[in-house]
């Protein structure tokens, strides 16, 4: 009945988690694979707003019925506030269409089936290199995909010049699928100017921007990291915004994220808002509800918001010490390399230009674990396990 069927090669960022799991060599071991923030002792952390939120949840009990398609108000005005900004006139305006989703993952796979639903000629443009599952997402929801230039090795910085001139060849309704900040895999952001003429260009291409922000605080801090898609905002341009909560309130099994969308009128929001509720029903029916309750506590309650933005800025500081410390450590053993894009790059993610050939010996020899690709998740390291991994990098550079 299924012979036809083709084996799953398996996912090249979650299957790390595995192999980990399953590495059973007693000494020392590093995962440097898979995007999750760990805390100095290594552990995933429960921040304290969480705590305060899930007190109240358990507090008295409640009732676990079906949240509405779209998740609660509070989740949504949460969302919007983020991306958009408090009592913004976008907001005001009715003008934002905003779903809760199945984290940051969910609101791509809703956009996408949206896109392609309502944009059929569209095709999707991703970075190159971009995180794997927005190609396997948007390929899935039926959207050819295309990547533009991105990242320059040569530079460790952006081929700025080639993926303007690339946008300037896509066609009316073509999505981009744009990082606000903290890019993944390669922590390599565009410039506030830069920002400006790509938004520029695709306003006068009539392309799609689709801004996928996982890492919201992990970059300069919640406002500044939201700069391209106020811009966007700013510029008239309809933008579609998937966000993910995580990261950064780390509840990655809970599934909390959003996609929003912002179109020229409320009246076209409205109905965009409808077919999106409908792309919901069809794919997973509602959200969960403990996520949602718990976004919408911690975000609505003015001293739990301060005490979250306070707690990921702390999580932000951890991992820029970090790459300040494996960069010295590697400086120190390899000196005639230069190793300064670590502190150059941004959010959780270091790209190491590690060939695959010297990660699978990082993995086979020392037991650090990273993304194929070179993908370095940072905030992996800590002081008991700097060095260690200083001195495996160095080898595998020898
Ligand atoms: C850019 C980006 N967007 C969306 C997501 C999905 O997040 P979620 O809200 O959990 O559905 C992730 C997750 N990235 C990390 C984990 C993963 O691959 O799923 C990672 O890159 O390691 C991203 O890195």
């Not at 929801?141 to 946008?167: H, N, R, S, W």
């Not at 905002?233 to 966000?243: A, D, M, R």
């Not at 403990?290 to 301060?306: K, Y």
Request: hydrophobic share 40%.
């Amino acid at each position: 009945m299924f012979t036809h069927v083709t084996p799953y090669a398996g996912d090249p960022i979650l299957g790390l988690m595995d192999k980990f799991a399953n590495d059973d060599r007693t000494d020392i071991k590093v995962n440097l694979g898979v995007g999750v923030y760990y805390t100095e002792d290594g552990k995933l952390p429960v921040l304290e707003c969480v705590k305060t939120a899930e007190a109240k949840i358990a507090n008295p009990p409640r009732p676990r019925g079906y949240l509405p398609m779209d998740g609660l108000a509070g989740y949504k005005k949460a969302c919007q506030e983020l991306l958009f900004g408090k009592d913004t006139a976008v907001i005001k305006e009715g003008r934002v269409a905003t779903i809760a989703t199945l984290g940051g993952s969910g609101a791509l796979k809703v956009g996408a089936d949206f896109i392609h639903e309502w944009f059929p000629t569209a095709k999707c443009y991703v970075s190159d290199p971009t995180w794997g599952n927005h190609i396997s997402i948007f390929e899935g929801a039926g959207l050819q995909v295309g990547k533009y230039p991105y990242y320059d090795p040569a530079t460790i910085g952006v081929k700025f010049d080639e993926m303007c001139a690339f946008f300037e060849t896509l066609n009316e309704n073509d999505v981009v699928l744009l990082h606000p900040c903290c890019h993944n895999p390669t922590g390599v952001d565009l410039s506030r100017e830069q920002w400006e003429v790509v938004l520029d260009i695709v306003k006068r291409k009539k392309l799609i921007p689709f801004m996928d922000i996982a890492y919201q605080g992990f970059g300069d801090d919640m406002d500044a990291d939201a700069f391209a898609i106020r811009l966007a905002v700013e510029k008239g341009l309809t933008v579609f915004v998937s966000n993910s909560f995580s990261k950064n309130l780390s509840l990655y099994g809970e599934r909390v994220g959003g996609l929003s969308v912002v179109a020229p009128t409320k009246a076209e929001a409205d109905t965009v808002l409808g077919q999106l509720k409908f792309t919901v029903r069809r794919i997973y029916s509602s959200p969960p509800s403990h996520g949602n309750a718990v976004v919408d506590i911690v975000m609505n309650d003015e001293a739990l918001f301060e005490q979250w933005v306070d707690e990921v800025y702390q999580m932000r500081d951890r991992i820029r010490d970090m790459r300040a410390k494996l960069q010295a450590a590697l400086q120190q053993r390899l000196p005639e390399r230069d190793f300064g894009y670590f502190t150059k790059q941004r959010g959780m993610f270091s790209f190491t230009g590690l060939t695959a050939a010297q990660v699978a010996r990082l993995r086979e020899e020392f037991a650090v674990y990273m993304v194929d690709n070179g993908r370095m998740c940072v905030a992996g390291l800590n002081n008991a396990n700097v060095e260690y991994v200083a001195n495996a990098i160095a080898e595998v550079l020898k």
